[in-house]
C-alpha cells in the first residue's frame, strides 16, 4: 500500500505543476465546489488516512457523523469506465448532480480542513472567473483535457478497487481492507464501482503534443509501481 500512496502524493506534486501555468480565480475561502458530490477512488482514502496524523483521522470521522445522511451523487462508472463506453460506442445516461444538495462537512468556515491531503476530485475544480459571477466554472479546454488524463491515471494506480462519492468512501472505509492498491472490495457494495486499467487516454488530436510530456511522466510513475508491486 505505501508504495501506491507515495506514488498517487508524487501524482499530486505533478499535477499542481502542471495546472500552474493556468490563470485562476479560485482564493483562499472560495468553496463554491467543495460540495458533498465529489469523488474519489480508494486508494485516495488510504493516502489520508496514512497522511493525517494524531486525532486528525478522528476529527474527519466526527465530522462526516455531524453531517447526517444526504443525497450525494454516486457515480455508475468511473472516468476510465467513461473512456471504455466511448471506444465501444455506448451512450451513457446522464447523472443528475446538483450542488444545491450541500456542501462538504469537512469544510470550516469556509476552509477545507484537510486540504493538503485532498483527492484529484477536489484539486480539479478551478476557473477563470469567479464562480458565482456566472454560476459556473469556467476551464480552458486544455486544462480539462490535462484534468482527465490525470484522473485516467490515478484511476489506472488504484485499478481493482473502488470509486464512488468521497463522502461514501470515507464513510465506509471499515467495510474495505487495505492493501497495495488502496481499498479493495470485501463483498459487493451498491454504492461503489470497480476502477479500470486505462482503456484510451482522452486526449483531443489538439491537445496531445501539449501533454505529451505530462502523460510521459505519469507512465514512468505508474511503472515505478508496478515495478515495486
Request: hydrophobic fraction near 35%; aromatic fraction near 8%.
Amino acid at each position: 500500500m505505501n508504495n501506491a500512496v507515495n506514488i498517487l502524493e508524487e501524482i499530486y506534486t505533478l499535477f499542481d505543476t502542471a495546472m500552474a501555468g493556468f490563470s485562476v480565480a479560485c482564493a483562499k475561502r472560495c468553496s463554491d465546489c467543495c460540495t458533498c458530490n465529489v469523488t474519489a477512488t480508494g486508494l485516495e482514502i488510504a493516502y489520508i488516512r496514512d497522511r493525517l496524523t494524531g486525532g486528525a483521522w478522528d476529527a474527519v470521522r466526527a465530522r462526516l457523523t455531524g453531517a447526517g445522511h444526504t443525497r450525494r451523487f454516486r457515480p455508475l462508472q468511473t472516468t476510465n469506465g467513461f473512456a471504455l463506453a466511448c471506444m465501444e460506442g455506448r451512450d451513457e445516461d446522464e447523472q443528475e448532480n446538483d450542488p444545491s444538495w450541500g456542501t462538504c462537512p469537512l469544510l470550516e468556515n469556509g476552509i477545507c480542513t484537510i486540504y493538503p491531503v485532498r483527492p484529484l476530485g477536489c484539486r480539479v475544480m478551478m476557473s477563470t472567473t469567479p464562480c458565482r459571477q456566472s454560476g459556473q466554472a469556467d476551464m480552458p479546454l486544455l486544462a480539462l483535457t490535462i484534468t482527465t488524463v490525470f484522473m485516467q491515471f490515478v484511476e489506472h494506480l488504484d485499478a481493482g478497487g473502488v470509486y464512488g462519492n468521497f463522502l461514501d468512501l470515507l464513510d465506509h472505509a471499515g467495510n474495505f481492507y487495505l492493501d497495495c492498491n488502496g481499498f479493495q472490495r470485501k463483498e459487493i457494495n451498491l454504492r461503489f464501482v470497480e476502477n479500470l486499467s486505462i482503456p484510451a487516454l482522452m486526449i483531443p488530436p489538439e491537445h496531445i503534443e501539449k501533454t505529451q510530456n505530462i502523460v510521459q511522466s505519469l507512465g514512468r510513475m505508474i511503472r515505478k509501481s508496478e515495478s515495486k508491486g
